[in-house]
């Protein structure tokens, strides 16, 4: 047979997660909290089942859910979206990452992402036929070097995949990146995907920059959420999708073939408990508190910390303790000292290696406690 994906292996985090487990290591890899989520939200759940939500949802999602959604987006980004025909509700964000490359990109045409990118994006890219064009964040801060980035782009290039708060780095995109793909990009037809699955843990007072606060960015823009990290119940699968309706119609399309719709009760349930719970303002707070733990214990290690200004993710340069692959270092990590990091090779499409690890600090305070004791016996 063959492989439509002849170089995609398994995705790192279902390796590490199983390198972790197998080792009985302390799993700081893959992105998920340790402690579990509001018991008003579990009742409300379980209160959706109870009241019979339980058959097929609209294709689009459970409308009160929709309804809420665009509520926020109002609130936080004085933006306008009709629930009717510009959200929908996916099973998490990579389903609705999947499904807006999907929409537009054939064989041939050429998307733009930035590196490290979280890992779904290049080989979404592949199976379509498309051609990923990376361009390369430079550490420590990865910004973005808009002018260098605009060398990218030729008369094929059909989407950008911008991620702030960015995954795997931390790093965040301020009002004037945006100003500035707004000018690259202006009188071109190029299509958006903006992935801020992170939107609400975002740090030091910054303001995250939705591109739903820019009209003219928006109208050509998917926006793409996560239930997962703003509950924290990343196992529930559970994320909407933005885009004007034009946009959206096409994503619709491919949508009611691939998921159909998305679990009812959990719709039900979490539509009943934002009405009323404060968590978009705990969130940030509440994260802000585990990075501040996080940075304070990691002192003690020999790493080299990277800046961390949102996601749940904190970088760390090993490069003046030992000279080896990150892949490697990684696994001797789970292995020998019994705590297991993403290494950020792994959002390369090219073999690119800065000694780089990634750790989750969704954990709680204990375990983050425990992991550190054994990170400075290195
Ligand atoms: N987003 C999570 C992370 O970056 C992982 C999600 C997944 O495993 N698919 O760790």
Not at 72 to 95: C, H, L, R, S, V
Not at 301 to 322: A, E, M, W
Request: aromatic share 12%; hydrophobic share 40%; with cysteine.
């Amino acid at each position: 047979i063959n492989s439509k994906l002849p170089t995609v292996g398994t995705t790192i985090f279902t390796v590490m997660s199983k390198l972790a487990a197998d080792h009985q290591a302390i799993n700081l890899s893959q992105g998920f909290p340790d402690y579990g989520t509001d018991e008003k939200l579990i009742a409300a759940i379980n209160q959706a089942m109870k009241d019979g939500f339980n058959q097929y949802a609209p294709m689009a999602g459970y409308l009160p859910l929709r309804e809420q959604i665009a509520e926020k987006i109002e609130n936080f980004y004085n933006a306008k979206y009709d629930p009717e025909t510009e959200i929908t509700i996916t099973a998490g964000g990579t389903q609705a990452i999947f499904t807006a490359i999907n929409t537009f990109i054939t064989a041939g045409d050429e998307v733009i992402i930035f590196e490290p990118a979280y890992d779904c994006y290049a080989p979404t890219i592949k199976l379509l036929g498309g051609l990923v064009k990376p361009f390369e964040l430079q550490a420590p801060d990865y910004k973005v070097d808009w002018e260098m980035v605009k060398k990218l782009f030729s008369a094929n290039t059909k989407m950008i995949i911008i991620n702030s708060p960015h995954n795997p780095t931390g790093s965040i995109l301020r009002k004037e990146d945006i100003d500035a793909l707004i000018k690259l990009t202006k009188d071109t037809d190029i299509l958006i995907i903006s992935d801020e699955v992170y939107e609400h843990i975002i740090f030091d007072g910054e303001q995250h920059q939705s591109v739903a606060l820019y009209a003219e960015l928006a109208e050509r823009s998917f926006i793409v959420a996560s239930f997962g990290k703003l509950l924290h119940t990343t196992g529930w699968k559970m994320g909407y999708c933005l885009a004007p309706a034009k946009l959206m119609a096409e994503f619709r399309k491919i949508h009611q073939f691939n998921v159909f719709s998305v679990n009812t009760p959990m719709q039900v349930g979490i539509a009943n408990y934002l009405k009323s719970s404060n968590i978009y303002l705990e969130i940030p707070v509440f994260f802000q508190q585990k990075r501040d733990f996080f940075q304070q214990l990691l002192k003690e290690t020999k790493f080299d910390l990277l800046p961390c200004k949102g996601s749940y993710f904190q970088c760390v340069s090993y490069s003046n303790i030992i000279d080896e692959k990150d892949t490697e270092f990684a696994k001797k990590l789970v292995t020998d000292f019994g705590v297991a990091a993403i290494p950020v090779s792994a959002f390369y499409t090219k073999n690119i290696d800065h000694k780089i690890l990634r750790f989750c600090f969704a954990k709680e305070n204990s375990t983050l406690e425990k992991a550190v004791e054994k990170l400075t016996k290195l």
